[in-house]
């Protein structure tokens, strides 16, 4: 008589993970603050299963209770980080608010379709015990603790940022860092342990202040010591989101940098040190009728695919999702591209301009009746690959400069079908949810995250 050896959550493998169940639902970071609108942001469960009768809607809320926290990413208490672990479940969903300083802790395993508030770790509490705020990346590490990178300190000094600890039962146990080893600034993290490494990368406070951030910082893991910064220089300005491919054993990954719209790839030459080098670039375009003669593409999110087959990452302004064959991670190819909004699009009062100074403006399509607002940001892809979810809101002081209309009319999210084979994005036209039509009235979109995890928040060691 046989048994099943017992795990812990998440996959052994990303190749695993492939072949994980299909997603059903997805939780969605619902935002009020910045709208105008006195209410408090929400998590959303969205019925993302075709065979349901409540496909393409949101299902649940549930409202924090305070208001002004603007909800940003989030991340899980366990991850295939923990697979080894049986004594360790994947049941419960951390939620950082970037400006009220507060991490909500949300229990999913009680109920998958109407999570409950378990926590609130106050940021008075953070701030006495750590001195930081500004919660923004959070990610589970295989001791069971949650680190979680913080842009600065109580008084907004960018200088005072660092890396918040929780333990498993979601008290503050300290900073990660050693002392002394914080960044200069700080936005956004990964770590591969089989490399002993960690990288973290620039504060968004930065842009609003015209100093273009342009350096990656490299730690030793889990020692928390500053071991290299590398300089991207004029080409890489503003990298935001970063990712390593999956496979645990490889010492490759990439960074989008906005300003400039160029995919920077890191990696580790025989020498031991990381070096960089921009592998693709994303042209801005000529217009006319915008605050600067040229329109950058805006690269402000990146995920790779379980397979490390594929890249894919969101052009906010230009308004276009990209997928790269990355086989060949020296010489990454455009596979796949589909406009989803941007500036340029029919319509617009910008348009572009081309080399032989004919005007030009992107074909946008309406989705079962509902013109699509802004430009995409967030991305979440299924397990299998098959699918790309994405919705439009970067930041509410950032979407109220570039997309007024995106905060008078609330965000929406949508579906993406993917060809995993020769590559190729495909609206869904069955899928479409309108966070302008939420009772409590229009709210913005941020990060999506599903139950059985996902290739954002997984980290295999």
Known sequence: MGCCKRTGPGYATPLEAMSGPKETLLYVNCIYNGTGRKKPDFLATVDVDPNSSTYSKVIHRLSMPYIGDELHHSGWNACSSCHGDPSTTRSFLILPSVVSGRVYVIDTQKNPKAPSLHKVVQSEDIVEKTGLAYPHTS???????????????EDGNAKGNGFLLLDSEFNVKGRWEKP???????????????????????????????????????????????KQTLDLGETGLTPLEMRFLHDPCKDTGYVGCAYTSNIVRFFKPEDGSWSHEVVISVKPLKVQNWILPELPGFITEILISLDDRFLYFINWLQGDIRQYNIEDPKNPVLVGQVYVGGLVRKGSPVVAVTEDGKTWQSDVPEIQGHQLRGGPNMIQLSLDGKRLYATNSLFSTWDRQFYPEL?????????????????????????????????????????MRYPGGDCTSDIWI
């Open 180 to 226: 002394g080893h914080s960044p200069l600034f700080s936005y956004d993290f990964w770590y591969q342990p089989r490399h002993r490494t960690m990288t973290a990368r620039f504060n968004i406070q930065h842009v609003k202040d015209g100093l273009y951030a342009r350096h990656l910082h490299v730690y030793s893991w889990p020692d928390g010591e500053l």
């Open 407 to 447: 905060v008078e009319k609330g965000s929406h999210m949508l579906q993406i079908d993917v060809d995993t084979m020769k590559g190729g994005l495909k609206i869904n036209p069955n899928f479409f949810i309108d966070f302008g039509a939420e009772p409590d009235g229009p709210c913005m979109a941020h990060e």
């Open 139 to 153: 990610h589970c590490l295989a001791s069971g603790d949650i680190m979680i990178s913080c842009l600065g300190d």
